[in-house]
C-alpha cells in the first residue's frame, strides 16, 4: 500500500484526496512503464496546482494519482538504464496528466523518461527545481542557442517571484546577465535581488494593453506570463532581441501585432518542458548543475508535507507563492 493523492471525477463531481493505494491498482494504471520508483519528493508547479483544483483540463484519465514530476529510488527495473538502488528524476511526459503521477511514495514510469539527478543535486534539490526550474533551464538555453551573450543587454523575467521566474533570475544572474525581475509583489524585491535581480519593476507597467511598437529596453526576455505581459514584453525587446516564452499566468492569449518580428526582427522562442527529448532534456539539467546556487536554490524553496499540498496549490493559484514548494511525500 501506499499514500497518493488521488483525483476523481464521478458523475461531472471532481474531488481530490490523499487516497491509501494497492501496488495492483498502481500496476493495473501504469502498464507499459517499466521502473518502479520509492518516490522521495515532488512537488507544485503550476499545472499540479490547476490539476489539484480544477481549475483547467489538465488531467486526461480519471482516476487519476496528481504529480507531474518526481524524484526518488529506483525499486525495480526492467529497463536497461536503470538498476534498483538508483536515483532517478523525472519531469513531464504527460506523468500527473494522462500516467500516475509523483504525488505518491510509489510511481512507475518508463525508463526512458528519467534522468539521473545531476550532481550536485539529490532528490530534494532536484524537485526544488521541478518543472518549474528545468523550463526556466530551458529558457536560458534557447535564448543563448539564439545567439544572445550577456553583453547585449538587459533580460527581463516576468513572473519574477513564482518558480519558473525565481530559478530563471538565479541562473541568468550566475551567468552574467543583468536582469530585471517584473513582479506584482514589490514586497518581495529584497528576496528578488537576493537571487541577482539587478533592477525591480512593478508588472503593472506590462500587463495592461500597450502600443505594437515601444521603447526598446530588453536584450531578451523569459516570460512566465503571457497575455498582454508578453505581448509589451516583445514590444520592448531590442532589435534582433529574443523573447522565451513559457506560461500563461496573466492568461493564455496573446494580443500583439507582428510589428516587433517584422519591423525589429524580435523573435519568438516557444518553450515546452513536457516532451523534450533526451539530450536536451540532459543538458538543460548539465546548465542548472553549472549555474544555479545551490544556496540560492535552498533559499527560495520550502517543504511540505503530502497533506499541505492541496492549500499550496489553492495559494498558488491566488498568485501567493513565493519561490517553489517541494512536498514531502513520506511525511
Ligand atoms: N511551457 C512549459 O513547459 C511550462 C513549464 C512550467 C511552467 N509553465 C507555465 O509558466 C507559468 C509559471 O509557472 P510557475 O510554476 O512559475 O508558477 P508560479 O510559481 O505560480 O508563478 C507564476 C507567477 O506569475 C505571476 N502572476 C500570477 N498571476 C499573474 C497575473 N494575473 N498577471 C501577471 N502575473 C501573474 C506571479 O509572479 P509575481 O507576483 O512576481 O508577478 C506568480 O508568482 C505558468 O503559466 C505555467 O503553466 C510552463
Same mark, same amino acid.
Given at each position: ?41 515532488? /512537488?507544485?508547479? &503550476? ?19 496528481? %504529480? ?5 529510488? !529506483? ?15 523525472? /519531469?513531464?511526459?504527460? !506523468? ?69 521566474? $525565481? ?9 552574467? &546577465? ?45 516570460? =512566465? ?25 496573466? %492568461?493564455?492569449?496573446?494580443? =500583439? /501585432? ?8 524580435? $523573435?519568438?522562442?516557444? !518553450?515546452? =518542458? !513536457? ?57
Amino acid at each position: 500500500m501506499f499514500k497518493a493523492i488521488y483525483l476523481t471525477r464521478d458523475n461531472d463531481q471532481f474531488a481530490a484526496r490523499i487516497a491509501e493505494l494497492g501496488d495492483d491498482a498502481l500496476d493495473f494504471a501504469t502498464a507499459g512503464a517499466d521502473v518502479t520508483v520509492a518516490v522521495e519528493y515532488s /512537488t507544485i508547479n &503550476y499545472k499540479d496546482a490547476l490539476a489539484l483544483t480544477d481549475k483547467s483540463p489538465i488531467v486526461r484519465k480519471w482516476p487519476m494519482v496528481a %504529480g507531474i514530476d518526481a524524484a526518488g529510488t !529506483v525499486v525495480a527495473s526492467s529497463h536497461p538504464l536503470w538498476k534498483p538502488g538508483e536515483k532517478v528524476v523525472l /519531469t513531464g511526459w504527460g !506523468v500527473g496528466e494522462s500516467h500516475w503521477g509523483g504525488l505518491a511514495q510509489k510511481a512507475k514510469f518508463k525508463g526512458d523518461w528519467l534522468v539521473a539527478p545531476p550532481a550536485p543535486f539529490g532528490t530534494k534539490q532536484a524537485m526544488a527545481i521541478g518543472t518549474a526550474g528545468f523550463t526556466a533551464a530551458l529558457c536560458v538555453s534557447a535564448l543563448e542557442r539564439y545567439g544572445i551573450t550577456r553583453a547585449h543587454g538587459d533580460v527581463l523575467v516576468t513572473g519574477a517571484t513564482g518558480g519558473v521566474g $525565481s530559478i530563471a533570475i538565479a541562473l541568468l544572474a550566475a551567468r552574467g &546577465y543583468r536582469v530585471v525581475a517584473s513582479t506584482g509583489k514589490l514586497a518581495e524585491a529584497d528576496y528578488l535581488k537576493s537571487l541577482g535581480a539587478a533592477d525591480v519593476i512593478d508588472r503593472a507597467e506590462l500587463s495592461a494593453p500597450g502600443k505594437p511598437l515601444q521603447k526598446e529596453r530588453w536584450a531578451a526576455v523569459v516570460d =512566465s506570463v503571457g497575455s498582454h505581459t508578453l505581448a509589451n514584453a516583445c514590444a520592448q525587446t531590442r532589435a534582433e532581441g529574443a523573447v522565451a516564452a513559457c506560461g500563461l499566468a496573466q %492568461g493564455m492569449d496573446f494580443p =500583439s /501585432t507582428v510589428a516587433p518580428f517584422i519591423l525589429r526582427g524580435v $523573435s519568438l522562442l516557444g !518553450v515546452n =518542458s !513536457v516532451l523534450v527529448p533526451r539530450p536536451r532534456r540532459e543538458a538543460a539539467w548539465q546548465l542548472l548543475a553549472q549555474s544555479l546556487d545551490r544556496a540560492k536554490l535552498d533559499a527560495m524553496t520550502r517543504v511540505v508535507p503530502l497533506a499541505e499540498a492541496f492549500d499550496v496549490a489553492r495559494d498558488l493559484i491566488a498568485g501567493k507563492v513565493r519561490g517553489r514548494v517541494v512536498v514531502d511525500v513520506n511525511r
